[in-house]
Every structure is written in C-alpha cells, then in structure tokens.
Nanobody, 123 residues
C-alpha cells in the first residue's frame, strides 16, 4: 500500500476555487488507480472523481462534472483535485484513495486512504 496525505482544504466563498493535493509515498504509486471521495456531516461517503494509473482516463460524479478536474503528476507522486464554481453543498471532508488492483478500482473498493481535508463553502 501507499501512504496518502491530503492538503489544500479550507474555507471558500460560493463560486470560489480550491485545489486539493494528495501526496503519495511508495515506489508503486505509478501503478495506482486513484480517486477522491467526500463525506458531508450526516451523509454517506461518495465518490467524486477517479483517474487511471496513466492519467489517460478520468471519471466524475454527475454533481461535479464541469466544475472539478482530477489529475496526477507521476514525477511528484501527487494527485490533484481542482475544484471550481464551488457550492455550499460541496462542503465535506475530502479523502484521497488508491489501489493497484483494477478489480478493486472497478468496484470502488480502494485499500489506501488519506486522513482527509476539510472543505467548507460559505454561502
């Protein structure tokens, strides 16, 4: 497994932008399927965006399409989530997750998780 550490969260006004980073340690990061999840108070954790090891393919939840962009820098062992046009309903703890198993990634069953970073969008 890789160790994941998120950063970049904070307080932003509606319509603002933030970029989250997820730094990974471990030699096999380049083989990892990566994803961002979020969990709001009183709600279940939900998938936000996913990216393949090569970075060539990405998928997004409908509620962030056109607003969020996931990307990765393999030279820096880092995955990013660029968030724009933020809404109050985007307020949540955002988690970075990864797996080197295509089967786990397909099921959304990631086995490496970060500690989370809080994003708060004020109205």
């Amino acid at each position: 497994q890789v160790q994941l550490v998120e950063s970049g969260g904070g307080l932003v006004q509606t319509g603002g932008s933030l970029r989250l980073s997820c730094a990974a340690s471990g030699r096999t990061f380049s083989n990892y399927f990566m994803a961002w999840f979020r969990q709001a108070p009183g709600k279940e954790r939900e998938s936000v965006a996913r990216i393949t090891p090569s970075g060539s393919a990405t998928t997004y939840a409908d509620f962030v399409k056109g607003r969020f962009t996931i990307s990765r820098d393999r030279t820096k062992n880092t995955v990013y989530l660029q968030m724009s046009s933020l809404k109050p309903e985007d307020t949540a703890v955002y988690y970075c997750a990864g797996t080197d198993s295509v089967y786990r990634a397909a099921r959304g069953n990631y086995d490496s998780w970060g500690q989370g970073t809080q994003v708060t969008v004020s109205s």
